[in-house]
Nanobody, 115 residues
């Protein structure tokens, strides 16, 4: 059974920082591509950042220079460091794992940025 558990969300003022974590189990973590997505109220889920099993990363334009994705294969964990947060970054942040053509999602963690 694959399980992705996100944590680290919360309420923060604009300009602040948060670090999200996603712990994975039931997958070959080192062989999986990992990603963070978000969904704001009334909007579709969108990609925030991805990291391949080779540690190659890519980011949505709206977070470039502010967010950083990283992974620790020894801990089966992927991180999202979020700096210079803006109110428009508010939403539920989801972790996703891609392995052998299958995708898996966590239940999400709420991030709220106040102005």
């Amino acid at each position: 059974q694959v399980l992705l558990v996100e944590s680290g969300g919360g309420l923060v003022q604009a300009g602040g920082s948060l670090r999200l974590s996603c712990v994975a189990s039931g997958i070959i973590f080192g062989g999986s591509g990992m990603g963070w997505y978000r969904q704001a109220p009334g909007k579709q889920r969108e990609l925030v950042a991805r990291i391949t099993r080779y540690d190659s990363t890519n980011y949505a334009d709206f977070v470039k220079g502010r967010f950083a994705i990283s992974r620790d294969n020894a801990k089966n964990t992927v991180y999202l460091q979020m700096n210079s947060l803006k109110p428009e970054d508010t939403g539920v942040y989801y972790c996703r794992a891609d392995q052998l053509g299958s995708e898996y999602w966590g239940q999400g963690t709420q991030v709220t940025v106040s102005s």
